[in-house]
């Protein structure tokens, strides 16, 4: 069974005016879809993976056969960091999180502001290409941290909790270089429901 892109829960254009409708057209349909292609190619090697879903791939990477590790640690980490990227989004969302989320985020970084602030500047300091994250450890403990290029926090035994896309491929035709206004933009987009469902499966 290949692996496949989940469609987009809403409208290619819900999203604006904070992340326009082409760079969604472009992320989910072209760049997200190219993660799956490249990740079913390298999978194609080696039957003896399918049946494994992407998170189990990406979790444990020493258990992928060497000549394809590279090919699942990029495009597996692509398709399972774009399927939550989408998940966690929404139109008409944002605003400031409640109940158990803001009760965790107060609790680990002091407050929201506090924990906005960390979150952006992580994801402006991020060199190159890669992704900004709110992690869980097993020992419960939150922390934010950023990876490079389409590495899952997953492969760190970190479970992700919300992370946003910082590759240009994400905000480079509205904000260009500017890449810190989308890093606020973005926070009117999240969907904090979504994101305690994550927090809610990372305490089972
Ligand atoms: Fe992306």
């Known amino acids: 069974m290949a692996f496949e892109v989940p469609p987009l829960p809403y409208a290619y254009d819900a999203l604006e005016p904070f992340i326009d409708k082409e760079t969604m057209t472009l992320h989910h349909d072209k760049h997200h879809a190219a993660y799956v292609a490249n990740l079913n190619a390298a ?27 590279t090919a699942v640690r990029n495009n597996g980490g692509g398709h399972v960091n774009h399927s939550m990227f989408w998940a966690i989004m929404g139109p008409k969302r944002g605003g400031v999180p409640q109940g158990k989320i803001a009760s965790a985020i107060s609790g680990a970084f002091g407050d ?17 290409s890669g992704w900004v994250w709110l992690v869980r450890a097993k020992d419960g403990k939150l922390s934010v941290i950023s990876t490079a290029n389409q590495d899952n926090p997953m492969s760190a035994g970190l479970t992700p909790i919300m992370g946003n896309d910082v590759w240009e491929h994400a905000y480079y035709l509205k904000y260009q270089n500017r890449r810190a206004d989308y890093l606020g933009a973005w926070w009117n987009v999240v969907d904090w429901d979504a994101v305690t469902r994550r927090l809610d499966a990372a305490e089972r």
């Open 43 to 69: 999978i194609e090697k080696h039957p003896e993976l399918a049946g494994k879903s992407a998170d189990d791939l990406v979790r444990d990477l020493n258990a992928v056969p060497d000549d394809i590790r």
């Open 112 to 128: 929201f502001e506090a924990f906005k602030k960390l979150f952006a500047d992580t994801g402006l300091k991020q060199f190159g």
